[in-house]
């Protein structure tokens, strides 16, 4: 017989190497059950071990294997149990690496700073580079004609520098931030939308900071 909690960790972990072919990490199985440590993980993964539901596979990290299932599993439309979506960015075979989410980006006009980094989101590796990146969820649709959309996570890379036409974070008077395209002009920034419906945003070069560039754009269907 399994808990509550056993049960669910073990649905979630079945549902989410159907849905990915990859195990879940500890990040992810502490926020599916909305547990407070991961802790609380390492039991629920040593109790459904010692019952025989999972195996931990020898030499690859963060491998689990469901050996079997409670008897009588509802459909998961009928249960309660964390819901694993499927995203179709990412390929089967690529590793996750989980990146701080910091908040909500403006592609449009500029809100204030948003930073949570206790949050966090699994990217794909193949879309890091070689430099600390960290993500943010687009707001707006100044970026549309960049193919860029309201409510796509971003993939930034941390730097303090961009070569003109990149598209980067921008930080504005060291109170809000906005994603536009990069264009210097003579005494002057100039952070230029992707979409005619907004106008330049022109600004002396001490009032802007770039705060990361660009990487990649993960897009849930």
Known sequence: MLTKKQRDLLMFI???IQNTGLSPSFEEMKAGLDLKSKSGIHRLINALVERGFLARLPNKARALEVRKLPENVPPASNTNRPSVVKNNSRSNGDELAQLPLYGKIAAGTPIEAL???QEMIGIPMSMLGTLPCYA????????TKAGIMDGDILVIEKCDRASDGEIVVALVDEEEVTLKRLRREIGSIVLMPENDAYQPIRLSPDRVRIQGRLRSLFRSY
């Open 14 to 16: 079945n549902d989410y």
């Open 115 to 117: 930073r949570n980094e």
């Open 136 to 143: 943010l969820t687009v707001e707006g649709d100044s970026m």
